[in-house]
């Protein structure tokens, strides 16, 4: 199936009707957990200075309440763009389930992308790959909001659902 515009919303793992691909937002943060009785973490190493790539780019993020794996992002080079974005290369994000399982949900791979750390927001002008075990989907002109769980692709997009979709049509 080819479509011009698509957007969709990524549900849980064990959803796989049409009419779940609204799923819900996750709560997530790259803040880091500290009991009330721990002192302050020392602050951050200063950022790389503006346009010094850095090679082999790993960012893992967690969530704010129980420090589970949320989002991990790799690139194989990376180039930060003032404060609020980085231009990466061979994007890969993997969203997980965000808690103790640790379950791998979706996979999002673009050989050239932009993300916002603040927003936890990704997107990108070629061509992207969403994999999941019940739907893949490649296409150009696209973004990610990891607080919405949402993808958009604009163009050359294409659908290949392997889970059963039932009355769909109804």
């Known amino acids: 199936m080819l479509l011009s515009r698509f957007s969709l919303r990524l549900p849980s793992r064990r959803t796989v009707c049409l009419a779940a691909l609204t799923g819900a937002g996750l709560l997530s943060a790259a803040l880091p957990f500290h009991a009330a009785d721990t002192p302050a973490a020392p602050p951050p190493s200063p950022a790389p200075a503006v346009g010094v790539p850095a090679k082999n780019w790993v960012l893992p993020l ?19 763009v003032g404060n609020t974005r980085i231009d990466v290369s061979d994007l890969s994000i993997t969203v997980f389930s965000g808690d103790a399982a640790a379950q791998v949900e979706t996979m999002l791979l673009s050989p ?3 993300f916002y750390p603040k ?10 790959r969403l994999i999941r075990d019940d739907i893949e989907v490649t296409g150009e002109g696209w973004s990610y909001d990891h607080a919405g769980k949402k993808v958009s692709l604009a163009r050359n997009v294409r659908v290949v659902f392997s889970a059963q979709l039932n009355d769909i049509l109804k």
Do not use: C, D
Request: net charge positive; aromatic share 6%.
């Open 62 to 80: 967690f969530t704010a309440k129980e420090g589970y794996r949320n989002m991990t992002l790799r690139g194989s080079e990376v180039r930060p």
């Open 112 to 114: 050239a992308a932009t």
């Open 119 to 128: 927003e936890q927001r990704a997107s990108g002008e070629k061509n992207v």
